[in-house]
Nanobody, 127 residues
């Protein structure tokens, strides 16, 4: 599976962005997609993930610090996952990576749960 992330950019604090991750290739080899982020000098951290199954909204999971702030969604017809990020803060500045895989519940929030990664998209929030 190939993953192509897009939608990053430079915004002022309080602004919003919507990231997209388009999957192509052997889509059936994955059953979930996720977003991780990595700020300079920090480890990559889980942001959110969503299962392909589970009705129109899928089963969505969030890092505790992201819950209520960001919204993940998917369009199965387009094989695309989105991350809506309103009210951005300078501390949200990072490279955002999309990932795909077949994680089990215990690995769903870990990078090791995913086998395919996109190239990353830079999000910079100025104060």
């Amino acid at each position: 599976v190939q993953l192509q992330a897009s939608g990053g950019g430079l915004v002022q604090a309080g602004g919003s962005l919507r990231l997209s991750c388009a999957a192509s290739g052997s889509i059936s080899s994955i059953n979930a997609m996720a977003w991780f982020r990595q700020a300079p000098g920090k480890e990559r951290e889980f942001v959110s993930s969503i299962r392909w199954s589970g009705g129109s909204s899928g089963n969505a999971y969030y890092a505790d610090s992201m819950k209520g702030r960001f919204t993940i969604s998917r369009d199965r017809a387009k094989n695309t996952v989105y991350l809506q990020m309103p009210s951005l803060r300078p501390e949200d500045t990072a490279v955002y990576y999309c990932a795909g895989g077949r994680p089990i519940l215990s690995t769903l929030r870990t990078a090791g749960g995913y086998t395919n990664w996109g190239q990353g998209t830079q999000v910079t929030v100025s104060s």
